[in-house]
């Protein structure tokens, strides 16, 4: 038995007890998911930007090999989200197939549009930018579209080349957004099973608390709630984030500190 | 430095109206002029890659002129990760390439036009592709290749830069039509390439030269319209319609002198850009 880790359990578990009350006490206050409040923002200023009437952000889904509506904006709007085809479909399938944004007017005699699609969702767009969402390492994760042009018949080279730096801008704060929310489910998958392995110590608020958001019925919905509680976390006041600051670097050297295979010892 | 200054995009700012630098060609190049380099030429016999998305060989747009071509696919078992298959009756995957052909072959109505097919679905393999395509023409004594394609990938520079080299010393013409999205790409950036981003003027003849470089050319790319797969036409914009105007005249240019070598073209290139004017010493 080491002595030390007995002494960092003891610390990690006081401080993610102290965390989770304070959460709990602030209230789980249903807020939309980083990401989304994210592509929002962009679109809403993509479309400001360059003078667009609607804007719109395809994101690459790699295991079903389709590009899905996120976000759109304008008269577009909403029921496109969620909405998916393949890449080689659409004007967005060509700037994904390329890695180069197009612009191109008179949109109704454009095959790459979808034109039945559009005609569903009730929106048939005179002129289209599409830009690549690229990051520094050439992988592209999705499209940002601006479609109809208000002062003018289409989109012109400026408009193009001021969306390629903005959707660069766009992709790596896209990619970043989603690699904290995987951290964030990886650091969630850590502490259930730390909380599982946990069967001695006689437990704490720690382990009933994350018992309570992981014993759900379906249990990727409980890790995204329990994602949603990170995300609130930096919402809270400095205080807050502070002891989750130093809870993670506690949990960060506790994973130091035990030797493969990783256990509580008793 | 005013607003609009600092907003200006960075390819495309040197072929503005007033951003154009008027040149001057003087002694023997001034005695070089557009009807000297190309007038009377159809491209004649001038094999011509289009490395794209493919090129729709029965477009009404092309008149017949594509020759053939190869498909190029990524496979991650294979040696060097791509694999060529044949494509003698090529088709387009989306229309980008088609769109291409079309420009060369309203300019160059004789050059012989071949379909180097390097898109997929797999992102992954883009880059590969994409030389191996290029290395296809190198080996197969093309003489003027489209390439309105490029790649951002710093990994890549190496090995592009080694095979436009080669092509270079083969007496090939490669253009390059640079990324619309102002950051560095290759094999645009290279001197051994003929690099193009659009103007906004419809003349296909007029281009212009940009004394600073690397984007040496300005050829029409703003609401060109162009064919497209399946027998279409579209009105489209980006540097990649540039390239193919800039392709064209090579092609005029290497069937009336084929003696010319790939810097002796791009000096006749210079001028006869719009923006030099001839002054005799």
Same mark, same amino acid.
């Given at each position: 038995?080491?002595?030390?880790?007995?002494?960092?359990?003891?610390?990690?578990?006081?401080?993610?007890?102290?965390?989770?009350?304070?959460?709990?006490?602030?209230?789980?206050?249903?807020?939309?998911?980083?990401?989304?409040?994210?592509?929002?923002?962009?679109?809403?200023?993509?479309?400001?930007?360059?003078?667009?009437?609607?804007?719109?952000?395809?994101?690459?889904?790699?295991?079903?090999?389709?590009?899905?509506?996120?976000?759109?904006?304008?008269?577009?709007?909403?029921?496109?989200?969620?909405?998916?085809?393949?890449?080689?479909?659409?004007?967005?399938?060509?700037?994904?197939?390329?890695?180069?944004?197009?612009?191109?007017?008179?949109?109704?005699?454009?095959?790459?549009?979808?034109?039945?699609?559009?005609?569903?969702?009730?929106?048939?767009?005179?002129?289209?930018?599409?830009?690549?969402?690229?990051?520094?390492?050439?992988?592209?994760?999705?499209?940002?579209?601006?479609?109809?042009?208000?002062?003018?018949?289409?989109?012109?080279?400026h408009d193009m080349e001021l969306m390629g730096m903005f959707a660069q801008q766009a992709a790596m704060a896209i990619d970043m957004s989603q690699q904290i929310d995987s951290i964030e489910q990886a650091l969630i998958r850590g502490l259930k099973r730390l909380a599982k392995e946990d069967k001695t110590q006689d437990s704490s608020d720690l382990k009933s608390a994350l018992d309570h958001a992981l014993t759900g019925e379906n249990r990727t919905t409980d890790l995204?709630?329990?994602?949603?509680?990170?995300?609130?976390?930096?919402?809270?006041?400095?205080?807050?984030?502070?002891?989750?600051?130093?809870?993670?670097?506690?949990?960060?050297?506790?994973?130091?500190?035990?030797?493969?295979p990783r256990r509580f010892s008793k | 430095m005013t607003e609009e200054e600092t907003l200006r995009p960075a390819w495309s700012q040197h072929f503005t109206p007033d951003a154009i630098q008027e040149l001057l060609a003087h002694g023997p190049f001034a005695k070089i002029t557009p009807d000297w380099a190309w007038g009377g030429s159809t491209g004649k016999g001038i094999r011509v890659a289009v490395v794209d998305s493919g090129v729709e060989y029965d477009h009404p747009a092309l008149e017949g002129c594509v020759q053939g071509g190869v498909v190029v696919e990524y496979d991650a078992k294979a040696k060097d990760n791509y694999r060529i298959k044949a494509d003698e009756k090529p088709l387009d995957v989306s229309g980008h390439g088609t769109a291409c052909a079309g420009i060369i072959h309203s300019i160059a109505p004789e050059a012989e036009i071949y379909s180097v097919r390097v898109l997929g679905r797999n992102m992954g393999g883009r880059a590969i592709q994409f030389a191996a395509g290029l290395d296809w023409t190198i080996e197969n004594d093309m003489q003027v290749v489209n390439l309105s394609l490029s790649t951002s990938l710093e990994?890549?520079?190496?090995?592009?830069?080694?095979?436009?080299?080669?092509?270079?010393?083969?007496?090939?013409? !490669? $253009?390059? /039509?640079?990324?619309?999205?102002?950051? +560095?790409?290759?094999?645009?950036?290279?001197?051994?390439?003929i690099s193009v981003a659009a103007h906004d003027g419809h003349d296909p003849f007029t281009?212009?030269?940009?004394?600073?470089?690397?984007?040496?050319?300005?050829?029409?790319?703003?609401?060109?319209?162009?064919?497209?797969?399946?027998?279409?036409?579209?009105?489209?914009?980006?540097?990649?319609?540039?390239?193919?105007?800039?392709?064209?005249?090579?092609? !005029? $240019?290497? /069937?009336?002198?084929?003696?010319?070598? +790939?810097?002796?073209?791009?000096?006749?290139?210079?001028?006869c850009a719009a923006n030099t004017k001839r002054q005799s010493k």
């Open positions: 038995m080491n002595p030390d880790k007995n002494i960092n359990e003891e610390k990690l578990s006081e401080q993610l007890q102290r965390l989770l009350t304070s959460i709990e006490a602030s209230g789980r206050a249903v807020l939309p998911k980083s990401n989304d409040v994210l592509l929002k923002s962009i679109v809403d200023a993509a479309a400001r930007i360059f003078g667009a009437a609607a804007a719109s952000i395809l994101l690459v889904n790699e295991e079903e090999e389709v590009l899905e509506f996120k976000v759109s904006t304008g008269e577009a709007d909403h029921d496109l989200v969620g909405t998916k085809f393949p890449y080689d479909r659409g004007i967005a399938g060509y700037v994904f197939m390329t890695g180069q944004p197009i612009a191109t007017s008179n949109v109704r005699e454009d095959k790459r549009f979808n034109q039945d699609f559009a005609k569903s969702t009730g929106y048939v767009p005179d002129s289209i930018l599409a830009t690549p969402l690229i990051l520094t390492d050439d992988r592209i994760i999705g499209v940002m579209e601006v479609l109809d042009k208000i002062d003018a018949t289409s989109f012109n080279m995204l709630e329990l994602a949603d509680l990170f995300n609130d976390i930096s919402g809270l006041g400095e205080a807050e984030r502070k002891a989750c600051i130093q809870v993670l670097t506690t949990f960060a050297e506790y994973r130091k500190s035990t030797s493969a | 990994e890549f520079f190496g090995l592009f830069h080694d095979l436009t080299d080669q092509a270079y010393f083969k007496n090939m013409n !490669l $253009i390059s /039509a640079v990324n619309n999205i102002p950051e +560095p790409s290759y094999p645009s950036l290279y001197s051994s390439v281009y212009y030269y940009n004394p600073n470089p690397p984007v040496e050319f300005g050829a029409p790319g703003i609401d060109v319209e162009v064919a497209w797969n399946k027998g279409q036409y579209l009105v489209c914009t980006g540097n990649s319609f540039a390239a193919p105007h800039i392709t064209g005249i090579t092609a !005029l $240019i290497r /069937a009336k002198h084929p003696e010319l070598t +790939p810097f002796q073209i791009k000096t006749v290139l210079l001028a």
